[in-house]
T-cell receptor, first 114, second 114 residues
């Protein structure tokens, strides 16, 4: 119930291409879905986040698509660049009951080839 | 955005000794902070929730006597790994909720126990 399943485990994309990472959840009480980017040896940094009352949110080259009925959400990175090569984590939280406690997906290692 | 710092960034210690890691929210107050550990190429695993002025809440399977947490002020939480052993070697990361739903992560502390 508390799990967030993330796929793929790793992804190789050509420079300029679109990177797509998917996550699925079971707990319908989750009401906050952030994506984090992590470089080796660093802490995660918030990329973009969405609430379930909207189906899409875009910030620059990063877009979250959210499908409430399917209990799935995805991250799209447009015009992927070598500097985007990092590990990406989706997460979810039940803000009402558990506050800011996040449940993380397993992570996706993205490599953008130049 | 809000900044969370950790000190030290790296620590090497001998087996059987104790190590203290500090987590500070630099420009905001945090009544709650979270401690995670992360093994190489794995996701973040929540260890405990640090509560200012009260006892920490530990996740299932985390030894509270081994991982001592103290939230002494609204900007400082400490994690002490007591009687450290090589299997405690890991990347320890703290986080604190900032404005809105956003959670900010520290840069992490790499602990190596010899």
């Amino acid at each position: 119930q508390q799990q967030v399943k993330q796929s793929p485990q790793s992804l190789i994309v050509q420079k300029g291409g679109i990177s797509i990472i998917n996550c699925a959840y079971e707990n319908t009480a989750f009401d906050y879905f952030p994506w984090y980017q992590q470089f080796p040896g660093k802490g995660p940094a918030l990329l973009i986040a969405i609430r379930p009352d909207v189906s899409e949110k875009k910030e620059g080259r990063f877009t979250i698509s959210f499908n409430k009925s399917a209990k799935q959400f995805s991250l799209h990175i447009m015009d992927s660049q070598p500097g985007d090569s990092a590990t990406y984590f989706c997460a979810a939280s039940d803000l009402q009951f558990y506050g800011n406690k996040l449940v993380f997906g397993a992570g996706t290692i993205l490599r953008v080839k130049s | 955005g809000a900044v969370v710092s950790q000190h030290p960034s790296r620590v090497i210690c001998k087996s059987g000794t104790s190590v203290k890691i500090e987590c500070r929210s630099l420009d905001f107050q945090a009544t709650t902070m979270f401690w995670y550990r992360q093994f190489p190429k794995q996701s973040l695993m929540l260890m405990a929730t640090s509560n200012e002025g009260s006892k920490a809440t530990y996740e299932q399977g985390v030894e509270k006597d081994k991982f001592l947490i103290n939230h002494a002020s609204l900007t400082l939480s400490t994690l002490t790994v007591t009687s450290a052993h090589p299997e405690d070697s890991s990347f320890y990361i703290c986080s604190a909720p900032g404005a809105g739903d956003t959670q900010y992560f520290g840069p992490g502390t790499r602990l190596t126990v010899l």
